[in-house]
């Protein structure tokens, strides 16, 4: 049996059961912190956002947090993106 782990989202739905909010918060965390490689305000907006949509109240305080640091059209790049993602899966 093949063991890896999970760096995107996408991947995470795999199985049958879509990405929880958890694991989508988790995901904006690691990606707000560059945990596999540099930093994406980008895609942890879209993260959270979407672990938002899904209940996480937590993302939605992480969200508003990082969109201080980011510019209108970067929360509109996170957003468009984010909308795609939802379209998708």
Not at 40 to 45: V, Y
Not at 46 to 63: H, P, V
Request: with cysteine; aromatic share 8%.
């Amino acid at each position: 049996m093949a063991r890896f782990e999970i760096y995107s989202a996408d991947m995470a739905i795999m199985g049958e059961q879509p990405a929880s909010a958890d694991i989508l918060f988790q995901m904006g965390l690691d990606s707000a912190c560059g945990r596999h490689g540099c930093t994406d305000l980008i895609s942890a907006h879209k993260w959270f956002n979407i672990a938002a949509l899904k209940g996480n109240s937590e993302a939605a305080r992480y969200r508003k947090e990082i969109s201080g640091e980011m510019s209108a059209s970067e929360i509109a790049e996170a957003q468009r993106s984010a909308r795609e993602w939802l379209s998708m899966h």
